[in-house]
């Protein structure tokens, strides 16, 4: 069975860091797109920020600049690296596998990580 454990998560002052970290098992890591989402009370997912298989990384236009993704495929790690943040970063945030294939979607989930971002 596939299992993502997010951890990092906290309690920060707007303006600080986290990061956030996503260890992934059962899992052949290279071969998947990895990413973090973020859902906000009373407002749907959000995808934050990418990772392909090919290591190309794309960002939501509210983290560009502030966030970054990172993978460690020998560990079958995935972190996201947060600076900056701000009041609105505040979310629990999921690690997800995903791999799409003609016909196929694959996709595995963490339990969540709340980060709390404070004035």
């Known amino acids: 069975q596939v299992q993502l454990v997010e951890s990092g998560g906290g309690l920060v002052q707007a303006g600080g860091s986290l990061r956030l970290s996503c260890a992934a098992s059962?899992?052949?890591?290279?071969?998947?797109?990895m990413n973090w989402y973020r859902q906000a009370p009373g407002k749907q997912r959000e995808l934050v920020a990418s990772?392909?298989?090919?290591?190309?990384?794309n960002y939501g236009d509210s983290v560009k600049g502030r966030f970054t993704i990172f993978r460690d495929n020998a560990k079958n790690m995935v972190y996201l690296q947060m600076n900056n943040l701000r009041l609105e970063d505040t979310a629990v945030y999921y690690c997800?596998?995903?791999?799409?294939?003609?016909?196929?979607?694959?996709?595995?989930w963490g339990q969540g990580t709340q980060v709390t971002v404070s004035s």
């Open positions: 997800n596998a995903n791999r799409r294939r003609p016909g196929v979607a694959t996709d595995y």
């Open positions: 059962r899992i052949i890591f290279g071969i998947y797109t």
């Open positions: 990772s392909t298989s090919a290591n190309i990384t």
